[in-house]
Nanobody
Framework: QVQLVESGGGLVEAGGSLRLSCVVS????????MGWFRQAPGKEREFVAA????????YYADSVKGRFTISRDNAKNTAYLQMNSLRPEDTAVYYC????????????????WGQGTQVTVSS
């Protein structure tokens, strides 16, 4: 059984930064691609970023490109999301997930999810 635990969320002013972490336990982490999604109140869960298990490729939603950076440390079974230049519209619950197969930007491509961490950006 795979378990994912996110941390690092909080309240930050617009223009600030946060770094989210996602620790994966239960099975091999290094062989799995990873993704981050977010869900704002009243909205569907949307893709934010993804990284392959070799760390050779990363993918971003247009809305976060140039501001967010996804990374991973396979020795620590941890994925990260560095978020800079945060905006009020980035306010959401952020989830990490293990990629199974299919398009990185599709929720249906992921098979294990964390419980989420709240990010709130004040204007």
């Amino acid at each position: 059984q795979v378990q994912l635990v996110e941390s690092g969320g909080g309240l930050v002013e617009a223009g600030g930064s946060l770094r989210l972490s996602c620790v994966v336990s239960g099975r091999t982490f290094s062989g799995r691609n990873m993704g981050w999604f977010r869900q704002a109140p009243g909205k569907e869960r949307e893709f934010v970023a993804a990284i392959n298990f070799l760390r050779t490729s990363t993918y971003y939603a247009d809305s976060v490109k140039g501001r967010f950076t996804i990374s991973r440390d396979n020795a620590k079974n941890t994925a990260y999301l560095q978020m800079n230049s945060l905006r009020p519209e980035d306010t959401a619950v952020y989830y990490c997930a293990t990629h199974n197969r299919g398009a990185f930007a599709s929720r249906e491509s992921y098979d294990n999810w964390g419980q989420g961490t709240q990010v709130t950006v004040s204007s």
